[in-house]
């Protein structure tokens, strides 16, 4: 995302020698506030190719899965109007990363909109269309985050994992705020079994210790 990791800000033989030097995967992650779903159908295509420019990138590093966010137009427009606009984006989206041996991903956002029911229906319009499933978003709003999991779990490929209470989009250590955990850990081990990111906006030693007590979870349930 801008301001210092866009497509045409970064070292990508510096980053790919570090992944290899390393030993590390990689998985894509575009900027959240590309309007998919703008009204104006121009806005909508320029945010494509945005998108397309970043596919690029991540096809040079070797990702195999890229993320497109949620996008809903103003509350002038009705949630059926939003999921028209987005699967239609999507659609061109999808046809785009194909191009870069990309497969994509759809995480959900922050908004009452982004409720399992909307996120099922783009899901079931899109088959080649694969879940990112954020536990912090998911939980927001009496959202079951338990219930994503359950019901999407064959279109699930990658995490994140962070608290909130159940309000804003805080991006707190595990266990500092009111998702329950154990139950989340419980279920995502019965069916996921692939790469997890803590999105954690804490310093270092917060992270850390997130990332242990998560590791100590997981093992015991």
């Known amino acids: 995302e801008p301001d210092k990791a866009?497509?045409?800000q970064i070292d990508l033989k510096a980053i790919k020698r570090a992944l290899e030097d390393y030993g590390l995967g990689i998985v894509g992650h575009t900027a959240y506030y590309l309007p998919f779903a703008s009204p104006i159908k121009a806005i909508r295509m320029a945010a494509i190719n945005e998108a397309e420019k970043c596919f690029a990138s991540f096809s040079k590093l070797g990702a195999?899965?890229?993320t497109v966010h949620a996008s809903w137009p103003p509350s002038l427009f009705n949630a059926k109007e939003g999921l028209q606009m987005q699967i239609e984006s999507l659609e061109i989206l999808l046809q785009r990363a194909e191009k870069y041996g990309i497969k994509l991903m759809y995480e959900s956002g922050v908004g009452e909109l982004d409720n399992y029911g909307n996120v099922a229906k783009i899901l079931q319009a899109l088959p080649k269309l694969y879940f990112h499933l954020d536990i912090g978003h998911a939980s927001l709003h009496g959202r079951d985050v338990c219930k994503f999991i359950r019901k999407l779990h064959g279109k699930i490929r990658h995490v994140?994992?962070?608290?909130?209470?159940g309000r804003d989009d805080l991006h707190l250590p595990i266990g500092t705020g009111k998702i329950k955990w154990e139950d989340v850990v419980k279920e995502l081990k019965r069916y996921y079994d692939g790469t997890i990111?803590?999105?954690?906006f804490a310093p270092?030693?917060?992270v850390l210790l997130a990332k242990k007590k998560f590791e100590e979870m997981w093992k015991r349930m």
């Open 6 to 8: 866009y497509y045409n």
């Open 197 to 200: 990111t803590l999105e954690i």
């Open 64 to 66: 195999e899965y890229v």
């Open 204 to 206: 270092r030693d917060y």
């Open 160 to 165: 994140h994992v962070h608290d909130n209470f």
